[in-house]
């Protein structure tokens, strides 16, 4: 990043002051800007750092990543006029480079959390004040470009000091992928078997690394030297495809044309540093040594990393049977209003929050067989027609994925203590939608 990237900040003053700050404040140079995602990162990453685990931080990264990615789609799709959005005035002013920096300002809201052991999730945010700060510099800079005139561009954008934009990220650990199912992907899928679905995620997760391999091939290390000859190597070509391959994924899509696409999430300056490290196991595929042979190097590999992006095709078999009708009763049974509670403990782990996960997961395995143990009928349980048809344990699932984190107990010995709950209310609506 060079310091025309800060180039919004030259103003001292300008009309967007009415904000409370002006562009001047939003980023000093761009040494600031390094050191502050830099930052960022590390309180995201700081909880489960402490374990000396690469795949945790990893896929703390990867969430961020995802996270920075949704809030950045979030941001230029909001519409400032009916006509025009975000991302089409910061395309028509030039502010691209500007907007870059200006996100790398958003802040985690509270740490990661650990959905599962194997699936992190961040959440971050950016006052709408610092984005319309942003465009109305921008409009003022470009103002023969701007679509926009800065007076009405103000007023659209004054109630914007009291906004927030948002953007949620999950990373999923590589030995879960195999575990994921298509969740609303339609009827089609219900024809493919365990095994036809689990080797299209495989296939289309490999898919996304040799694209990434073959991207990287043709960047000039040195003269007559490229990245491709040093893959060539067999301990290179081990130690890279192991680095990517302990990845972790952002995105599973299970399509209607039985189509797997999967993204994993291969940052390009991690991906640049982990070749420099292992590059000098290859003495006759040097690298540059002269500082402009270095600076060009590392332009030209990061320029050639792509997205991610795998795809794979999943073998259709013989349909299921239609599944068994459910016939709830018409009158809520007793427990329908009680609270449906569990509790479970996890011994100390590395962390106490790699702790207090494990007790989350823990109390989710207990609330789900006593959920299966209630019963519709005297002789019929939840799980007995959950077995029957598969919507009535979807309609489990997603009961159970809105349940409640009562008070945690965190005891003297590394222990932690959780207790989860869910309405019986919520329950018997989602069974209800499920039977019909």
């Given at each position: 990043?060079?310091?025309?990237?800060?180039?919004?900040?030259?103003?001292?003053?300008?009309?967007?002051?009415?904000?409370?700050?002006?562009?001047?404040?939003?980023?000093?140079?761009?040494?600031?800007?390094?050191?502050?995602?830099?930052?960022?990162?590390?309180?995201?990453?700081?909880?489960?750092?402490?374990?000396?685990?690469?795949?945790?931080?990893?896929?703390?990264?990867?969430?961020?990543?995802?996270?920075?990615?949704?809030?950045?789609?979030?941001?230029?799709?909001?519409?400032?006029?009916?006509?025009?959005?975000?991302?089409?005035?910061?395309?028509?002013?030039?502010?691209?480079?500007?907007?870059?920096?200006?996100?790398?300002?958003?802040?985690?809201?509270?740490?990661?959390?650990?959905?599962?052991?194997?699936?992190?999730?961040?959440?971050?945010?950016?006052?709408?004040?610092?984005?319309?700060?942003?465009?109305?510099?921008?409009?003022?800079?470009?103002?023969?470009?701007?679509?926009?005139?800065?007076?009405?561009?103000?007023?659209?954008?004054?109630?914007?000091?009291?906004?927030?934009?948002?953007?949620?990220?999950?990373?999923?650990a590589t030995q879960k992928l195999s575990a994921i199912r298509p969740v609303d992907a339609g009827d089609v899928w219900t024809t493919v078997s365990e095994k036809s679905r689990a080797d299209a995620v495989a296939a289309a997760r490999q898919d996304a690394i040799n694209l990434v391999l073959q991207s990287i091939q043709p960047v000039q290390m040195t003269r007559g030297q490229t990245v491709g000859d040093l893959l060539t190597r067999p301990l290179i070509q081990q130690r890279v495809n192991t680095w990517l391959q302990a990845?972790?994924?952002?995105?599973?899509?299970?399509?209607?044309?039985?189509?797997?696409?999967?993204?994993?999430?291969?940052?390009?300056?991690?991906?640049?540093?982990?070749?420099?490290?292992?590059?000098?196991?290859?003495?006759?595929?040097?690298?540059?040594?002269?500082?402009?042979?270095?600076?060009?190097?590392?332009?030209?590999?990061?320029?050639?990393?792509?997205?991610?992006?795998?795809?794979?095709?999943?073998?259709?078999?013989?349909?299921?049977?239609?599944?068994?009708?459910?016939?709830?009763?018409?009158?809520?049974?007793?427990?329908?209003?009680?609270?449906?509670?569990?509790?479970?403990?996890?011994?100390?782990?590395?962390?106490?929050?790699?702790?207090?996960?494990?007790?989350?997961?823990?109390?989710?395995?207990?609330?789900?067989?006593?959920?299966?143990?209630?019963?519709?009928?005297?002789n019929i349980a939840l799980d007995e027609l959950a077995e029957q048809n598969p919507a009535i344990n979807d309609a489990i699932t997603r009961s159970l994925l809105r349940a409640r984190v009562g008070p945690v107990e965190y005891r003297s010995d590394g222990s932690v203590?959780?207790?989860?709950?869910?309405?019986?209310?919520?329950?018997?609506?989602?069974?209800?939608?499920?039977?019909?």
């Open positions: 990043m060079t310091n025309d990237q800060a180039r919004i900040t030259n103003q001292t003053r300008n009309p967007s002051d009415k904000f409370g700050f002006g562009a001047s404040s939003l980023i000093r140079h761009s040494g600031f800007v390094i050191w502050y995602f830099s930052l960022a990162l590390l309180m995201a990453i700081s909880p489960v750092a402490g374990q000396d685990d690469d795949a945790s931080r990893a896929q703390v990264s990867a969430a961020v990543s995802d996270a920075s990615a949704a809030l950045r789609a979030e941001i230029v799709s909001t519409h400032i006029t009916p006509a025009i959005t975000v991302g089409q005035f910061i395309q028509k002013t030039q502010s691209q480079e500007d907007f870059d920096v200006l996100l790398q300002r958003a802040q985690q809201i509270g740490g990661p959390r650990w959905i599962d052991p194997q699936t992190c999730q961040v959440k971050l945010e950016l006052s709408a004040q610092w984005v319309a700060t942003l465009l109305i510099s921008s409009g003022e800079t470009h103002a023969k470009q701007s679509p926009i005139p800065s007076p009405q561009l103000e007023q659209l954008l004054t109630d914007w000091r009291t906004r927030t934009f948002t953007g949620t990220g999950t990373s999923i990845r972790p994924v952002t995105q599973i899509r299970f399509k209607d044309d039985l189509q797997v696409e999967v993204i994993v999430s291969v940052p390009p300056t991690e991906l640049f540093n982990y070749m420099v490290s292992i590059a000098p196991t290859a003495a006759d595929v040097p690298l540059p040594t002269d500082e402009q042979g270095q600076r060009q190097f590392r332009a030209d590999f990061l320029s050639h990393v792509p997205a991610a992006i795998g795809r794979a095709g999943a073998v259709a078999g013989t349909p299921k049977p239609i599944p068994l009708r459910i016939d709830l009763p018409a009158q809520p049974p007793a427990w329908v209003n009680m609270p449906l509670e569990a509790e479970a403990i996890a011994p100390r782990a590395a962390t106490p929050l790699r702790t207090k996960s494990n007790a989350e997961t823990n109390a989710a395995e207990v609330l789900r067989v006593r959920v299966g143990a209630l019963r519709l009928k005297r203590l959780v207790r989860l709950s869910i309405d019986g209310r919520d329950l018997w609506q989602e069974l209800r939608q499920a039977a019909d």
